[in-house]
């Protein structure tokens, strides 16, 4: 029981460090944890605000008209001196357009390097049949600030 506690409190401690740097870009690559999906994301951070870009391949999961990428550019809000983040963006690419929305936490690993693990919700529409899909992404990535 007490190496149990010894663990959540170091994992905790670990997650409520601020790996916030003002001014600093980043790059990453993850998986969305549907088969066959991932990401290339391209960010930059201000204080407590920042723009990301993701292409993100689809999953086999998902019958669509026109397969292929998507592209996801999003504006994220941290907490003040926590790398905990909400994020609200749109979805374009391949016959397709809607938004998302979606919250994250950034795990310092070391120095530079970070890991993403976010929850981000999908609502797009496709231009083909007019019919709409909703789909909730959890990725895991790994990222470098510069």
């Known amino acids: 029981m007490q190496i149990r506690n010894i663990v959540i409190g170091a994992l905790l401690a670990l997650v409520l460090s601020n790996t916030a740097v003002a001014n600093t870009a980043n790059v990453g690559a993850g998986y969305n944890f549907i088969p066959g999906s991932a990401y290339v994301s391209l960010g ?3 204080a407590n605000f920042g723009v990301d870009a993701f292409l993100i391949s689809m999953g086999k999961e998902e019958p669509t008209v026109r397969p292929g990428p998507e592209f996801s550019l999003d504006a994220l809000g941290y907490l003040p001196k926590y790398p905990i983040f909400a994020k609200l963006g749109i979805v374009a690419g391949w016959g397709k357009y ?3 929305a979606g919250l994250g936490v950034d795990i310092p690993i070391i120095r530079s390097w970070f890991a993403r ?8 529409t496709e231009d083909e049949t007019g ?3 909703s789909e909730n992404l959890i990725s895991l990535g790994l990222h470098y600030r510069f």
């Open 44 to 46: 930059f951070r201000h």
């Open 98 to 100: 809607g938004f998302n």
């Open 117 to 124: 693990l976010q929850d981000t919700y999908y609502r797009a």
């Open 131 to 133: 019919g709409s899909e």
